[in-house]
């Protein structure tokens, strides 16, 4: 008996994992108004990067108070403030994902709020230690099912694993949209 109920745990867990693989992802800008020059296609990984040693993911531009959607369908996993990335917001979106918003200038969700690209999550702003500097969402995603093949020899190159470079998705999504 223990076994078939340990079977099924399986299964199910298995199941949820596939289906999360499953749903597209169908990344888009999440900055209102933003278009290629307001971010730096070089910024990801960049070295050195203050106290993070490398920039794990992308700067993009805005006026304080500029609206934040979300980039992507999913699920507010976590809302808050931190001395590094100030207010901050991590989305749970498909082929489990995290996406994550920091130096907020205000966060409009809450934990377990479901969200889509109409979904405004918060405001562009300068918190945390980007205090003093221009406005701008700092934005980046991590897999929480690592990637290992993805290691290099960079610094922190092992942590590439599992942070992705978003300005491969917003490049995409800016080519198809003008494609359209």
Same mark, same amino acid.
């Given at each position: 008996?223990?076994?078939?109920?340990?079977?099924?745990?399986?299964?199910?867990?298995?199941?949820?994992?596939?289906? &999360?693989?499953?749903?597209?992802?169908? *990344?888009?800008?999440?900055?209102? +108004?933003?278009?290629?020059?307001? $971010?730096?296609?070089?910024?990801?990984?960049?070295?050195?990067?203050?106290?993070?040693?490398?920039?794990? &993911?992308?700067?993009?531009?805005?006026?304080? +108070?500029?609206?934040?959607?979300?980039?992507?369908? &999913?699920?507010?996993?976590? #809302?808050?403030?931190?001395?590094?990335?100030?207010?901050?917001?991590?989305?749970?979106?498909?082929?489990?994902?995290?996406?994550?918003?920091?130096?907020?200038?205000?966060?409009?969700?809450?934990?377990?709020?479901?969200?889509?690209? #109409?979904?405004?999550?918060?405001?562009?702003?300068?918190?945390?230690?980007?205090?003093?500097?221009?406005?701008?969402?700092?934005?980046?995603?991590?897999?929480?099912?690592?990637?290992?093949?993805?290691?290099?020899?960079?610094?922190?190159?092992?942590?590439?694993?599992?942070?992705?470079?978003?300005?491969?998705? *917003?490049?995409? $999504?800016?080519?198809?949209?003008?494609?359209?």
């Amino acid at each position: 008996m223990q076994k078939i109920k340990l079977s099924k745990s399986f299964l199910y867990i298995a199941t949820i994992i596939v289906i &999360g693989f499953c749903i597209p992802q169908n *990344l888009k800008m999440p900055v209102e +108004g933003a278009t290629p020059k307001s $971010y730096n296609r070089q910024s990801f990984w960049y070295y050195p990067w203050g106290k993070s040693v490398t920039h794990k &993911g992308v700067d993009i531009f805005a006026k304080k +108070g500029t609206k934040v959607f979300s980039a992507t369908k &999913g699920i507010v996993f976590y #809302q808050g403030e931190i001395p590094i990335g100030g207010k901050i917001v991590f989305v749970l979106g498909p082929k489990w994902r995290l996406h994550y918003y920091a130096h907020l200038d205000k966060i409009t969700v809450h934990v377990l709020n479901f969200v889509n690209h #109409q979904s405004v999550i918060g405001t562009v702003g300068d918190s945390g230690n980007a205090s003093g500097k221009s406005p701008h969402l700092h934005y980046s995603i991590e897999t929480i099912i690592p990637y290992p093949w993805r290691i290099d020899k960079s610094r922190q190159g092992w942590r590439k694993m599992t942070f992705l470079d978003p300005t491969v998705y *917003l490049n995409e $999504y800016f080519s198809n949209r003008h494609h359209e």
